[in-house]
């Protein structure tokens, strides 16, 4: 099984800007499609990015505030959040697909999955 870890969550304040990191084991990570969701109280899990070898997709609600890259010599995803707002208050994802030909955006199209890091925006 793919081990997911993400971090780099925490509180900052609407406008401020937050890095989200995540380490996936594997030894065909470069293959691997990444992506990132978050979940807030109450609410269904929303996609936000996925990255797969050549694809990159964002979700609407972070189209150009959000930027995802990796680096397939460290087995790392990132997510650089730019601008940010209170509704994006949410536990972060990072979620991996061993297979893929298309980039994949719903969650079950994803094989693992991290524990989640919290990101809280505040007014």
């Known amino acids: 099984q793919v081990q997911v870890v993400e971090s780099g969550g925490g509180l900052v304040q609407a406008g401020d800007s937050l890095r989200l990191s995540c380490a996936a084991s594997?030894?065909?990570?470069?293959?691997?499609?990444m992506g990132w969701f978050r979940q807030a109280p109450g609410k269904e899990r929303e996609f936000v990015a996925a990255i797969s070898r050549s694809s990159i997709y964002y979700g609407k609600s972070v189209k150009g505030r959000f930027a995802i890259y990796r680096d397939n010599a460290k087995n790392t995803v990132s997510l650089q959040m730019n601008s940010l707002k209170p509704e994006d208050t949410a536990v972060y994802y990072c979620a991996v697909r061993e297979s893929v030909v298309r980039v994949p955006s719903a969650p079950d199209e994803f094989d693992y999955w991290g524990q989640g890091t919290q990101v809280t925006v505040s007014s």
């Open positions: 594997g030894r065909t990570f470069s293959s691997y499609a």
